[in-house]
């Protein structure tokens, strides 16, 4: 059974960085695509950022510019490099594991940005 969990989040100010990891417990990265989601409260899941298997990124509007998503074949972790932070970056963020029938979540991880 995979896992993945997530470290990282945490309260910063506006203008702060943070970098989300997403450690997987085995090595997935060949054939899955994996991805950064988010959830404000009363708020719908919403895709930050994309990687494919063959490296086609893809980032949400709203984060472009700010945010970088990465990964380490060697540790089997994937991150969310997050700049210049905003109030309305605010939510709990999910890394997504998938491929065909197989999707996997992280437990989430809350980013706070408040001054």
């Known amino acids: 059974q995979v896992q993945l969990v997530e470290s990282g989040g945490g309260v910063v100010q506006p203008g702060g960085s943070l970098r989300l990891s997403c450690a997987a417990t085995?090595?997935?990265?060949?054939?899955?695509?994996e991805a950064w989601y988010r959830q404000a409260p009363g708020r719908v899941r919403e895709l930050v950022a994309a990687?494919?298997?063959?490296?086609?990124?893809n980032y949400a509007d709203a984060v472009k510019g700010r945010f970088t998503i990465s990964r380490d074949i060697a540790k089997n972790t994937l991150y969310l490099q997050m700049s210049a932070l905003k109030p309305e970056d605010t939510a709990v963020y999910f890394c997504?594991?998938?491929?065909?029938?197989?999707?996997?979540w992280g437990q989430g991880t809350q980013v706070t940005v408040s001054s």
């Open positions: 997504n594991f998938h491929y065909g029938p197989n999707d996997y």
């Open positions: 085995r090595n997935m990265f060949d054939i899955y695509s």
């Open positions: 990687i494919t298997p063959g490296d086609n990124i």
